[in-house]
């Protein structure tokens, strides 16, 4: 009687270098998957950078927005209780500080470097250490919301008609831009009394800057 095989013997086990001939064959097939499987997930962690970002964004506008200064220059001949005084004065109208800059002022086309110079170069042939007028430091100070800085104003007096007049009528040869920023260090330069003011990255620092002079003045100096 001969012996049959048995038919319920375990096959044999497969060598290494089969496995890993099914694995690499297999191989993409599992990459696929897992990229399948993870992208889901990889949409939903940029969609939330995204929106991250498009939120911090608007919330950095809308402080800068909230804090945004809107200064404009202007002149005037009346004072508020309507007495004769021309004024050239910066009216921060915007909603947040404004610290203000270099200022420029030229007339005729010369920069002008101080008070006393205007009012020689525009409207007076006689000394003008003897003329009434006030002053005010218009760069590195801050100015409020609806607060106006009045940086030179002559008021009409009997002893300065002629000067008065002058200066009533050649103020609009003048030509005054300034620059000034906000708390956050955002800057705007606005040129005569144009609508709105242009942007920028910084206060420029090649003007030809006018100051005040009053310390010369106080101390009698020409």
Known sequence: MTDTPD?????????????GSRFLRYLPLITIAHFVIGLPALIASLALAYFAFVQADATRKMQTGGAMPFVTFGTSN?????????????????????????????????????????????????????????????????????????????????????TWQAFNKERWRMSVRACYCSIFNDCWITEGMQGLPRQVKQCPADWSLYREDAGKRLGGAR
């Open 78 to 162: 009346v004072d508020d209780e309507g007495k004769a005084d021309i004024s050239l004065s910066l009216t921060n109208n915007g909603v947040g500080p404004a610290i203000l800059g270099p200022i420029e002022i030229r007339y005729r086309g010369k920069a002008i470097a101080s008070p006393t110079e205007l009012l020689a170069a525009c409207c007076t042939k006689s000394d003008v250490a003897t003329l009434s007028f006030a002053t005010s430091p218009s760069t590195g100070v801050s100015v409020r919301p609806g607060e106006s800085l009045r940086f030179l104003g002559l008021p009409r007096t009997p002893g300065n008609e002629a």
């Open 7 to 19: 038919r319920d013997a375990a096959p044999a086990s497969a060598t290494p270098a089969e496995v």
